[in-house]
Every structure is written in structure tokens, then in C-alpha cells.
């Protein structure tokens, strides 16, 4: 039976672009008919992915954005920032719909894009005229049901976001937010360098780009507009010797009346029905029970103590797997509401254990 919508992959070679071909192939609904790429032209998909040998006949192509959009009803985005945003405006002309992996749209103020991700934007008029919804569907599910062009989340964005939105919606989250969270080497992409390459990582911890991540901005912004007061956020971020993975630790302060009931409450309340969203019941998160997944954990913990005088601190953990819910999974997520179709389509499996 013929399905009902046709996608293509720009920039289909990465770890992402294989975790979106992967997603995919597997989809009831979404035809996976072109995957785009600079590297392995002409190459069959598992050249650069050896999971899916023998899962497809498609091959790389060295084609314009223009003519992987045509004919198309979405097209995914696996591009790297910077080069994203050069793209946009062809795509945008040929009148398909549009996920974003990259940060290139994420943002909103063209100056704080060049803060942090050091260059001038190509398009800023698209970052102030509302073309781009950020894909978070646990903030925006009904926004990103009618919009064209999706500017998914970053990894450790998404990861943080869900850790602190039930306090940010309920009125509790402003000032200073402190953030450590570590990462998986995958989130460094294929190509291996000094920092990211094996033996180095497999036997290490260090920090990188310590209170001047790119994400920062984008998890402010996302925080205030779930309902957060101005928020500084300090974030640390560490690569850890993981192949994929991330664990956040979020320390929040909220006022001293606050009592460990209510904030319960509201976690479980906010992620009852969130279909990969889980607050577990008897446990905090951890990474193996997401990874391979779509599926993010959260979890928090009081502090004994005041925080400082008429504050106390929460430690609120979220887990992910940064190349699916923190990558390719939720954009298919997003995917799915842009085409009115079920957004669990193709990103239900549970993962493996451990």
C-alpha cells in the first residue's frame, strides 16, 4: 500500500541524518524517497550507515535543496549550523514543509545568534517573523501542528527544558539556574577531533565551552516562554565517554513555602499524558533506560536545607538519548504533527536494557 506523504533528508550522512533515514524507513505513513548528502554520492545508505544494509535501494545524492524538495511534502534538515540557514530560502520557495535540526532558526534575536554561534545569520527576517516554530511538542504540539517550517531543539536544550518547564508553567522558575549535564560523543558528529576522537574520550572527563554553550540562549528563551521569569542560566557541559546519552542536573531555587507535594504534583501532572515523557515512580533517570529511545526521563530532589534566605533548592535530573528525543526522534515527532498524522508514527520502540 502506497504511503501517504514523501520526505527527503538534506544532509542524510551524519549520525543524525542516520538516526532520521533510520526512523523513516520505518514510518507507516512518510515515504522516505531522497536523501541528500556531500559525502558518499552515488553510495548506497549503508556506506556511511552499516545498520541499514540491506534495509533500502536508496542512495546518496549530490542533488540542490531545490530538487530534493520537489515533489516533496516535508523535508528534514541534518545540516550543520550556519550552512542550514544558506539553504532556507530555496526551500522555503518550493513550498514543502520544513524540520530544522540544526540552531539556525532556534533563536530569535540576530545578535544573540551572533554571540554565540559567531557569525552574522544569512536570513534574519526569519528569526523575527514568526516563520519558524521551536519544536518542543511538550510546549508548542499545537503550534507545530499548523506550521510550515520547524526549528527542532537542541539536544542538551530539550534535555534541560523538560527538566525545569513544570516549574517555569507554574510560576516558579527565575533567577539563577545552575546546569551541569554530560554528554555522549555521537552529539560531536562523525568526524573525530583532538577532543572527540576515541582514546582520548573513551578514557575521560572534561568540560568544554563551560558557561558559553550555544544552547544557553535557547533554554533561556524556551524557559520564559513557558511561563518563567527572567532566568540566568549557568551551564556547564561535560563529554563523558558514552557513544549516546545525556544527563542533566538542574538546580533550581524556588521560594522556601514550596513543598515537596506540590512539586510532584506538578511534575506528574505536566508528563501524565506526554507520550515520551516519564516521571519514574520508584527511581531517578538514567541513561540506559532511554538510550536507543524517544523517550526522556525526569526526575527531581529536594534540598535539607535553604538554598539561601527565603529560597530552598530543587535538583531536577532529565535523561535523553541526545541523537533521538534530544535529535532526530523529536523532529520526527514534530514531523508527524506538521502532517496531522499520530506523533508516536515510527518512535515508539522502548530501547534496550542495558
Not at 199 to 214: E, G, I
Not at 217 to 223: D, K, R, S, V
Request: with cysteine; hydrophobic share 45%; net charge negative.
Amino acid at each position: 500500500m502506497a504511503k501517504r506523504f514523501k520526505a527527503a533528508v538534506i544532509g542524510g550522512s551524519g549520525y543524525g541524518g542516520g538516526e532520521l533515514v533510520r526512523r523513516l524507513l520505518l514510518h507507516p505513513d512518510v515515504e522516505l524517497v531522497r536523501v541528500a548528502s556531500v559525502d558518499f554520492v552515488g553510495e548506497r545508505l549503508e556506506a556511511a550507515h552499516p545498520h541499514l544494509e540491506g534495509q533500502t535501494d536508496l542512495k546518496f545524492e549530490g542533488i540542490t535543496p531545490a530538487e530534493a524538495a520537489a515533489g516533496m511534502d516535508v523535508v528534514l534538515l541534518g545540516l550543520p549550523h550556519k550552512v542550514s540557514a544558506t539553504k532556507m530560502p530555496e526551500l522555503m520557495a518550493s513550498g514543502a514543509r520544513v524540520v530544522d535540526l540544526s540552531g539556525d532558526f532556534r533563536l530569535r534575536d540576530a545578535a544573540v545568534y551572533k554571540a554565540y554561534y559567531h557569525a552574522d545569520h544569512p536570513c534574519p527576517e526569519h528569526l523575527t517573523d514568526t516563520s519558524f516554530v521551536y519544536g518542543l511538542p511538550e510546549l508548542n504540539r499545537e503550534a507545530i501542528r499548523n506550521a510550515r517550517y520547524v526549528a527542532s531543539p537542541g539536544c542538551f536544550a530539550t534535555t534541560i527544558e523538560l527538566a525545569l518547564m513544570p516549574l517555569a508553567r507554574a510560576g516558579l522558575l527565575e533567577g539563577a539556574v545552575e546546569v551541569v549535564a554530560i554528554t555522549g560523543s555521537s552529539g560531536s558528529g562523525v568526524i573525530p577531533t583532538a577532543g572527540t576522537h576515541h582514546p582520548v574520550r573513551a578514557v575521560n572527563l572534561r568540560t568544554y565551552k563551560p558557561l558559553d554553550h550555544q544552547h544557553i540562549p535557547e533554554i533561556a528563551q524556551t524557559l520564559e516562554d513557558a511561563g518563567a521569569a527572567k532566568v540566568t542560566i549557568r551551564f556547564v557541559p561535560i563529554s563523558a565517554p558514552l557513544s549516546r546519552g545525556i544527563f542533566a542536573t538542574c538546580f533550581a531555587h524556588v521560594p522556601d513555602t514550596t513543598t515537596v507535594d506540590h512539586v510532584r504534583a506538578l511534575y506528574n501532572d505536566a508528563y501524565a499524558r506526554e507520550p515520551f515523557v516519564r516521571v519514574p515512580r520508584k527511581r531517578l533517570p538514567e541513561v540506559a533506560a532511554v538510550s536507543g529511545t524517544n523517550f526522556a526521563e525526569i526526575g527531581i530532589q529536594f534540598g535539607a536545607d535553604a538554598a539561601e534566605p527565603g529560597r530552598r533548592v530543587i535538583a531536577c535530573f532529565a535523561a535523553t538519548d541526545n541523537l533521538i528525543k534530544g535529535g532526530a526522534g523529536q523532529a520526527i515527532q514534530s514531523m508527524n504533527l506538521m502532517l496531522g498524522i499520530d506523533e508516536r508514527a515510527s518512535l515508539e520502540d522502548p530501547g534496550g536494557w542495558p
